[in-house]
């Protein structure tokens, strides 16, 4: 998004003493994202960036603190909370929970090569390893209760020939949900779309925005990103990159058959999570000044695509 929540000089200054970084030399409000307020912030000691938490349960937020520290101390290009002088890492500003971490260098890829995709799959088995031993516990707020609750108050006001599939995509998900649920699982950034990773060439730098973070099958993180990462403009997956993302995912944590039997459902459900969430996002926000809305209709046309045999995954190797 945007700016949902502008910031005075002076009280931006007053928020960053604690964190003794020197002078405020320039700061500015970034227009990316779609959830949160954020700011680069540039002082004498560096570049960082200071995040005004807009949505979600504030209770949640320790959680995504603790497991961002931990993804940090395991060698992830992740950002991570700085604790003020009196040591705390979440504080307020404007009335919103506030956040300030390192600027993380590098530039969104909008249209990833293979060796982009293949980063983004060794960052996913990277986070994933460095979880599943000891998994930080946080059910998703966009889960699939969530998408059984919320899919069919958003099919009314969907076209007529929408309708069947989203339909049809809930009750796979209410079928399956045993089998889903049973899958390998860790800590999920569920949300690695090529907006939240940051390259320099194609090394990749940096992930952010893990305010979806969860706890759920690892299988679920591979979907999203397969679907954001490797897909044509007609919602088609391109071998060409999820075979890399895949193979590259799988050398550092082999699929098992459960997780092979079900990813071309799995690749469905990815659909529909962000179709809805998009559907409720044009609702809120379509036409709203400075806040970014990205089409539904894109994951509508990824769902038609996905209802054939798409991709496959690598288990056997
Ligand atoms: N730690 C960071 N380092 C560098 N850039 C960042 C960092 N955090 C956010 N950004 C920039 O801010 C933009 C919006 O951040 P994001 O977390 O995706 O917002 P939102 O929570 O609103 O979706 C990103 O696209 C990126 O350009
Ligand atoms: N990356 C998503 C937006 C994040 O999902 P949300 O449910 O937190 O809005 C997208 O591109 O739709």
Redesign the pocket.
């Known amino acids: 998004m945007s700016v949902f929540t502008p910031l005075q000089r002076d009280e931006l200054e007053a928020f960053l003493a604690p964190y003794r970084l020197g002078r405020l030399r320039d700061f500015q409000g970034i227009t990316a994202g779609?959830?949160n307020s954020n700011f680069f912030v540039s002082l004498e000691q560096g570049e960082y960036v200071l995040t005004l938490i807009e949505?979600g349960p504030t209770q949640d937020l320790p959680f995504f603190i603790e497991l961002l520290e931990r993804l940090h101390r395991a060698g992830l290009p992740v950002p991570y909370a700085l604790h003020s002088e009196d040591g705390k890492a979440l504080r307020e500003l404007a009335g919103k929970p506030a956040l300030l971490q390192p600027r993380l260098a590098g530039r969104h890829v909008i249209e990833p090569n293979p060796h982009h995709c293949a980063e983004v799959g060794r960052l996913l088995a990277r986070l994933h390893l460095a979880t599943r031993e000891q998994i930080l516990e946080r059910a998703s707020d966009?889960g699939l209760d969530w998408m059984q609750e919320q899919g069919p108050s958003l099919a009314l006001n969907l076209p007529e020939d929408q309708l069947p599939l989203l339909r049809d995509g809930l009750a796979e998900i209410a079928e399956l949900r045993p089998k889903l649920v049973a899958l390998p699982r860790a800590n999920l950034h569920a949300?690695l779309?090529r907006?939240?990773v940051l390259f320099e060439g194609t090394h990749l730098t940096g992930v952010i925005?893990f305010?979806?973070a969860c706890s759920g099958p690892m299988l679920y993180d591979l979907a999203i990103a397969v679907n954001?990462w490797c897909s044509h403009p007609n919602g088609e997956i391109d071998p060409e990159r999820s075979e890399p993302l895949l193979a590259a995912y799988s050398a550092l944590r082999r699929f098992t058959p459960a997780e092979a039997e079900l990813w071309q459902p799995m690749l469905r459900v990815a659909c529909v999570?962000?179709w809805l969430?998009?559907l409720?996002?044009a609702q809120h926000f379509e036409g709203t000044p400075d806040v970014q809305v990205?089409d539904p209709g894109e994951?509508h046309r990824l769902l038609v695509a996905r209802q054939q045999p798409a991709s496959v995954l690598p288990f056997a190797f």
Do not use: H, P
């Open positions: 779609s959830e949505r966009r949300d779309f907006d939240n925005d305010y979806n954001d999570r962000f969430s998009r409720i996002a990205k994951f």
